[in-house]
């Protein structure tokens, strides 16, 4: 078998490969076998470089040389030139947009590598079920520099100066919260990690406690010291089995090396955590129902004040931060405040994670710096949208936030921005749509979640969500009127305003953003009784054309409510009153002579 | 078990350990192939226990000693399953949709000689530990 001595990556994702890289591959081939170096030389396709705006990308290794902008006919010179002399083809290499330099290898792009991860740092790269890998990381190092160099007041200054702010999607600065829960004072304080992940489509946190359960544990007992709590608890839904297991794997071998329990680094610190599994209800995301439910009664929440840090679990004071916050901590208290806070955005520091998700090539789990744009996350990271269709909108922040358009594509992303556009940050949940989405559909779905997860105490919430609900559907079956749209922006409104808790203070928001930046497709279900999208089937028509209908009798075989009818080689005919919108004809018909009205 | 009682102890340990992870990872002549496989919900979801099974089985089998450890998610949710191979002296690969068949494919190939098989994944991050 042959020894290869070199290696060519072609980019063969869905953008590079519209831009012929499958004919790159194919000259490359050809000229290697020209030169007699098919036995030394690979060429292969690979995934998304994710730089699709220079592609296509060839990347040469193992010197890592990184070719952009790749024609098919460049395979000669890069054959030529770089593999045969070794010399680099200057002209495809990339250049720097500010100071016009050459840059040859990727590691060096800053522009390349869009994503830095912090909180994700050590997910697919440790074993989780093995302490000694994260110790190798610098794991328990920030623990134990705050238990023997730091006092309680040091530590809370720097998350402060480092201007985290929570990830769970509030975005309350994380420094100021211990600072809260430190002043009070008590002879039993409770810190509490959130790990009540309910957003439809997120899974960041638990992302992070299967990927590095230690992480948490380690910035957990940071802020023990910080606030002067001696117990944590990790309220997670039982619906994570894994990340339970990895919890209590890690919460046990911690354990075992002494960095929880008694005198902790010989600093007579002690601290311990445990676990308190959710049943998975939406509200209990919500700091005073989370505490709740961990107290044993109903995951209902309470108004507020007091505050978790004034009153919380057991009516003592409780700090409570989410997954990712934590998984920030320890690296912060390691490279230091300062760091961190050159990271992002003015008032948004560091990173986020977010679930990349919907109509889009690369699904995946990514974590950007705070400012980058939408359109470098889709188009960058994402890969673009699937089958090249066009981009519609882009939904964050779950059921609580809103639909984005292609007028804030160029937006930076940070908590501010978000919410001025009628979004929010959210856990991180991000669904990309393309136009085939219909956003009245859209509504109604995030509106179903609430409707289902409202925990009824409160009568907007309860009530106000379902009939907005109403509303919605009245509309996609196309009984809507125009009053039914000012009903839909007051009720939003008025629930907004006087619902009890963050869930229902946020449910009205996609309706609300949707209203904002979908009104004609809102107008067009109402007064046009129409779906340009295609997907309220009680808005469809289905219809023959008789010109094209060569009366084959293949849809009235195949249509299971009989609505088709019509003679043999006659142009046949769909009642529209019997028709259930199923699309089974549509599928037989073979010249095309059935569409969508 | 023993016991961190002291910071000393903590950087003593740390050291043991990244010394044994440096022999694996630079690629001394007796360093092993590193197989990582991303191994969260979702990966195991999509298959990953099957794969890391067949490497476990297989390299035992080929008589390949390689170093198989599982991981968390790597992130690249549409090519799940997904592995890492480091082979001693070269940068880490990533591979995706890695069935048992791909699994073959990878230690016939690229473990045992050396030549890439299709399904790479460009890793497009950067990482705080290099910051």
Redesign the interface.
């Known amino acids: ?4 001595k070199m ?1 060519l ?1 072609v ?2 994702g869905t953008g590079c490969t519209a831009s012929q890289s499958h004919n790159i591959v194919e000259n490359l081939h050809a000229e290697l076998k020209a030169q007699n170096l098919q036995d030394d030389v ?1 060429v ?8 699709c705006e220079k592609g296509p990308i060839v ?1 040469v ?2 010197d ?1 040389t990184f070719y952009t902008e790749v024609k098919p006919e460049d395979a000669k010179e890069i054959i030529a030139e770089h593999i045969i002399k070794g010399r680099k083809v200057t002209r495809l290499l990339y250049t720097d947009p500010e100071n016009k330099e050459h840059i040859s290898d990727s590691k060096h792009m800053g522009f ?7 909180a ?11 302490i ?2 994260y ?4 794991g ?2 920030a623990v ?2 705050v238990l ?1 160099e730091m006092t309680a007041e040091q530590v809370i200054e720097e998350v402060k100066l480092s201007g985290l702010r929570g990830r769970g999607g509030g975005g309350f600065p994380t420094g100021i919260k211990w600072e809260i829960a430190s002043k009070n004072h008590a002879d039993q304080k409770y810190v509490v990690c959130n790990a009540d992940e309910g957003d439809p489509g997120a ?1 960041m946190d ?3 406690l ?3 359960p230690h992480s948490v544990i380690e910035a957990m007992t940071i802020n023990g010291f910080a606030i002067g709590a001696t117990k944590g608890l990790i309220y997670i839904r039982a619906e ?1 089995p ?2 339970i297991h990895r919890l209590q794997i890690a919460i046990g ?1 911690a354990r ?4 929880l329990g008694k005198n902790i ?2 600093s007579g610190f002690d601290f311990d955590i445990e676990l308190r599994y959710g049943a998975g209800a939406f509200v209990c995301g919500e700091e005073t129902a989370l505490i709740h439910s961990m107290e044993g009664l109903r995951g209902e929440p309470t108004f507020k004040p007091p505050f978790p840090a004034q009153s919380g679990y057991l009516g003592k004071p409780t700090n409570v931060n989410n997954v990712e916050t934590y998984a920030n901590i320890p ?1 912060i208290i390691l ?1 230091g405040a300062n760091w961190f806070n050159k990271i992002g955005t003015e008032k948004s520091k560091g990173t986020k994670v977010f679930a990349l ?1 919907g109509q889009i ?7 950007v710096p705070m400012g980058i744009t939408l359109r470098e996350v889709i188009y960058e ?1 994402g890969g673009g949208i699937k089958n090249g269709r066009k981009f519609k909108a882009v939904q964050t922040g779950g059921p609580s936030g809103g639909c984005l358009t292609e007028k804030h594509l160029d937006t930076p992303i940070d908590y501010d921005n978000l919410i001025a556009a009628g979004s929010m940050m959210g856990s991180g949940g991000m669904v990309v749509m393309d136009d085939t989405s219909c956003m009245v559909s859209i509504a109604k779905f995030y509106l179903e979640f609430t409707v289902e997860e409202s925990c009824g105490k409160c009568t907007p919430c309860r009530v106000g969500n379902k009939r907005l609900q109403e509303i919605l559907e009245k509309i996609t079956k196309g009984n809507g009127t125009m009053d039914d749209l000012d009903a839909l922006r007051n009720l939003a409104a008025v629930i907004k305003d006087t619902a009890l808790c963050g869930l229902g203070q946020t449910s009205p928001n996609p309706v609300l953003s949707t209203l904002d930046n979908f009104w004609e497709e809102y107008v067009e279900h109402v007064k046009d009784k129409k779906c340009s999208a295609g997907v309220c089937k009680s808005l469809m028509r289905y219809v023959i054309d008789p010109e094209h209908c060569v009366g084959c009798t293949a849809c009235a075989r195949n249509c299971p409510v009989n609505a088709i009818s019509g003679e043999k080689k006659m142009p046949h005919i769909i009642n529209t009153e019997l028709c259930i919108k199923c699309g089974a004809c549509i599928e037989r018909c073979k010249f095309n002579a059935i569409s969508i009205k | ?7 000393a102890d ?1 950087k003593a ?2 050291g043991s ?2 010394e044994k ?1 440096d022999t694996r990872a630079k690629g001394n002549r007796e360093g092993l192939v590193q197989v ?1 496989v ?1 191994m ?3 990966g ?1 979801a999509a298959g990953a226990k099957q794969v890391f099974d067949y490497f476990l089985t297989e390299c035992e089998k080929r008589h390949i000693d390689i170093v198989l ?11 799940e399953p ?1 592995i ?1 191979v480091t082979v001693p002296g ?2 880490p690969i990533v591979f ?1 949709y890695v069935d048992t068949k791909k699994a073959d494919e990878i230690i016939e ?1 690229y473990i045992k ?10 890793v ?6 290099e ?1």
């Open positions: 078998m042959a020894k290869y290696h990556l980019c063969g690979q292969i396709l690979t995934g998304c470089f994710g730089f990347k290794m193992p890592n390349y590598k869009k994503q830095l991860r912090i994700l740092r050590n997910c697919g790269f440790i074993d989780p079920e093995n000694d890998e110790v190798a990381n610098d328990y190092a134990a520099k023997t899974f638990r992302s992070i299967e990927g590095d994570y894994l990340a071998q075992e090396y002494g960095l680094f010989g690296i490279k998700a090539n690369n699904v995946g789990l990514i974590e990271i | 078990m023993t016991q961190i009682k002291s910071l903590l340990l740390k350990i990244q992870m990582k991303a969260a919900t979702c195991i450890t599982q991981t968390g998610c790597m992130g690249y949710c549409h090519a997904t890492e070269k940068e995706g190939k000689n050396g030549e890439l098989v299709e399904g790479i994944i460009p497009n991050y950067e990482s705080v530990k910051h």
